[in-house]
């Protein structure tokens, strides 16, 4: 009895030292936990629309665990603020400098809304680059004679919209519009707003006249220059009679 009461003392002490031991094990796996390293980054204070100046009240800064950081993200708020986004930004989120271009790349071009239907907008949407077409009045008795005019080339799509004027989301087909039966009504597009140099602005600002249906885009995969024969589609009679026929430049 005696024995064994002289082991109490190192019971104890061994316990101790055990709870201790096990006390700080579970402390340093919660503040490992809890306790990451982290890294500042800016984010969108709101969500910008492609093709936005960003001002310095659209950015702030936010904590991210270090290492979930995209290696195109923006490091500063000096990598953003001043810069267009081509591309639409989510608020709260990293900025992909990808996305950024300098505003002095638009130089002088003018915002154009120009009215479509799902065919004439050639399945185009936010950020794409088009050349636009006039279309003679005589669709119905089409020959190649009254086909159309290349009025403008290069031209940057800013948003795509449907007749309410929103905004179509990017990742439904503006051409064929499908839905499955439980989505929503299709929406297809109805206005395309379009970043011009100023020279071609006149050439296609009659597309944005009520219940217009002259105006058609193509869609290119590349930037290329074909010459422009000048037309002023401000009324129909500017496309009638004497249209030359379209070169297999203008139709690609």
Same mark, same amino acid.
């Given at each position: 009895?005696?024995?064994?009461?002289?082991?109490?003392? +190192?019971? $104890? @002490?061994?316990?101790? =030292?055990?709870?201790? !031991?096990?006390?700080?094990?579970?402390?340093?796996?919660?503040?490992? #936990?809890?306790?990451?390293?982290?890294?500042?980054?800016?984010?969108?204070?709101?969500?910008?629309?492609?093709?936005?100046?960003?001002?310095?009240?659209?950015?702030?800064?936010?904590?991210?665990?270090?290492?979930?950081?995209?290696?195109?993200?923006?490091?500063?708020?000096?990598?953003?603020?001043?810069?267009?986004?081509?591309?639409?930004?989510?608020?709260?989120?990293?900025?992909?400098?990808?996305?950024?271009?300098?505003?002095?790349?638009?130089?002088?071009?003018?915002?154009?809304?120009?009215?479509?239907?799902?065919?004439?907008?050639?399945?185009?949407?936010?950020?794409?680059?088009?050349?636009? +077409?006039? $279309? @003679?009045?005589?669709? =119905?008795?089409?020959? !190649?004679?009254?086909?159309?005019?290349?009025?403008?080339?290069?031209? #940057?799509?800013?948003?795509?919209?449907?007749?309410?004027?929103?905004?179509?989301?990017?990742?439904?087909?503006?051409?064929?519009?499908?839905?499955?039966?439980?989505?929503?009504?299709?929406?297809?597009?109805?206005?395309?707003?379009?970043?011009?140099?100023?020279?071609?602005?006149?050439?296609?600002?009659?597309?944005?006249?009520?219940?217009?249906?002259?105006?058609?885009?193509?869609?290119?995969?590349?930037?290329?220059?074909?010459?422009?024969?000048?037309?002023?589609?401000?009324?129909?009679?500017?496309?009638?009679?004497?249209?030359?026929?379209?070169?297999?430049?203008?139709?690609?």
């Amino acid at each position: 009895m005696r024995r064994l009461l002289r082991l109490v003392p +190192y019971l $104890l @002490t061994t316990a101790v =030292g055990i709870g201790v !031991a096990v006390g700080a094990w579970i402390y340093l796996q919660n503040y490992q #936990t809890t306790h990451k390293d982290m890294v500042s980054l800016p984010v969108p204070t709101r969500d910008i629309p492609a093709y936005t100046v960003i001002a310095s009240e659209d950015v702030t800064l936010k904590e991210f665990v270090k290492g979930a950081e995209e290696p195109t993200s923006a490091r500063e708020p000096k990598d953003v603020v001043g810069y267009i986004t081509t591309a639409p930004l989510t608020k709260g989120w990293q900025i992909n400098k990808r996305v950024l271009t300098d505003k002095e790349a638009f130089g002088d071009k003018q915002v154009v809304g120009v009215n479509v239907d799902a065919a004439r907008a050639g399945g185009v949407k936010a950020g794409d680059i088009v050349d636009v +077409y006039w $279309l @003679t009045p005589e669709q =119905g008795a089409w020959t !190649a004679s009254m086909s159309s005019r290349l009025v403008a080339q290069n031209a #940057t799509v800013l948003k795509v919209c449907d007749e309410r004027g929103q905004p179509l989301d990017e990742t439904q087909s503006v051409v064929q519009g499908a839905v499955n039966p439980v989505a929503p009504p299709k929406r297809t597009p109805s206005v395309v707003y379009l970043l011009l140099d100023p020279a071609d602005v006149g050439k296609v600002i009659g597309g944005a006249m009520p219940k217009s249906s002259f105006i058609a885009l193509a869609k290119k995969t590349k930037w290329s220059v074909t010459p422009v024969q000048e037309v002023m589609p401000g009324a129909e009679s500017a496309t009638q009679g004497n249209a030359a026929p379209a070169t297999p430049a203008q139709t690609r």
